[in-house]
């Protein structure tokens, strides 16, 4: 009768007759349990768009998401076995009224020695899966090399023969092996496209590699995946998987310089630009801006968005990064140039003609 009131207790239920002790506990568990998994879902669909190891698009994430769900049920019997096992004992052996001490138990060698076989077999099992995923993910050769540079806050990338340099955006061929070269030009930082493989660190000083195939066109976001700052959150950029055709009249055209721009508007931006401190810092192929410092804007208008994903590349987006990054991205580089409104629409005109 104890188990009874105590289970009453934790959860009642109408009337008052009980098939089985552990009726009312059994219910419990099974609410916990749908619970977790309503919770789950809903934080799983919050964002259908945001990157996910659970939606890999290339071999590598497939490897990586199978092993992380391996992992996953692991870790879910060991809480359930272990649980279990507490809350059986904390039911079927407390202490009940009037009832005498009860004698004390000091050591179980079979125990002990089950509960060190099973974890040290778990450890094991766990390194193996790891060690063949790893091997798996280490790809052999590769068809296209991209260098691949960490800042505070943004991501620039650059082709081998050195024209074609962007930042937040890289392209890629389908079905064409990767060779990604990763530095950093001042923190640690860590490169990682979710859908496409693994995260790879980017100590400063050092040269890391990364290689990827990717079977799917389509565009899959990536990340700092290491804390690096204040706007450690706003650093990400967008990979664009594309049929080889396409990638090819891509960068032929991203190694071009950058277009003369054909409306006044456009030309008094132009003209605004490169009288401004932003030649100092930026840089425009066919231009005298050569700077080097912040991202090369020869052909700033074909991407997606800017700030490295912080605002999507539109002429409103654009005025107001010109007008205060700051309160935009606060502690980015960037400052703000002091100009007329009239000069800062000017500017968009021509940034956003440069495609």
Not at 127 to 152: D, N, P, Y
Not at 303 to 308: E, T, V
Not at 339 to 354: F, K, N, P, W
Request: charged letters at 20%.
């Amino acid at each position: 009768m104890g188990v009874r009131r105590l289970l009453k207790s934790i959860v009642p239920v109408a009337g008052s007759h009980w098939e089985t002790p552990y009726v009312g506990l059994r219910r419990l568990v099974a609410a916990l349990v749908a619970v977790s998994f309503v919770v789950l879902a809903v934080a799983a669909e919050a964002d259908a768009a945001a990157p996910s190891i659970l939606r890999p698009a290339s071999q590598s994430a497939q490897d990586i998401r199978h092993l992380s769900l391996w992992l996953l049920v692991i870790c879910l019997l060991v809480f359930v076995v272990v649980e279990g096992l507490l809350i059986t004992v904390i039911v079927l052996f407390r202490r009940r009224r009037r009832e005498e001490d009860v004698r004390q138990v000091y050591g179980n060698s079979n125990l002990e020695f089950l509960w060190t076989l099973i974890p040290a077999i778990l450890v094991i099992i766990i390194f193996t899966m790891t060690i063949r995923s790893m091997g798996a993910l280490q790809l052999q050769g590769g068809e296209v090399a991209v260098k691949v540079t960490g800042h505070q806050w943004w991501w620039e990338f650059e082709y081998p023969d050195g024209k074609v340099k962007l930042a937040n955006e890289v392209h890629i061929p389908a079905g064409r092996t990767v060779n990604i070269s990763l530095e950093s030009a001042d923190v640690i930082h860590s490169f990682w496209v979710p859908q496409l493989g693994g995260k790879t660190d980017m100590p400063p000083g050092h040269v890391n590699r990364a290689t990827f195939l990717a079977a799917t066109p389509g565009v899959y976001q990536g990340e700092c995946a290491e804390f690096c700052g204040l706007q450690h959150a706003h650093m990400r950029f967008d990979l664009v998987v594309e049929d080889s055709a396409r990638f090819s009249a891509w960068l032929r055209h991203q190694g071009e310089p950058a277009a003369e721009p054909v409306s006044d508007q456009a030309k008094r931006g132009q003209q605004t630009f490169l009288s401004q401190p932003c030649l100092g810092c930026h840089a425009i192929r066919g231009t005298t801006a050569a700077g080097a410092t912040a991202p090369d804007l020869t052909h700033v208008g074909s991407r997606r968005s800017i700030g490295a994903g912080t605002l999507p590349n539109d002429p409103q987006s654009l005025e107001r990064w010109i007008r205060d990054p700051q309160a935009v991205k606060p502690g980015v580089l960037m400052p703000a140039v002091p100009m007329t409104d009239a000069q800062r629409a000017d500017i968009v005109a021509y940034l956003e003609g440069l495609q």
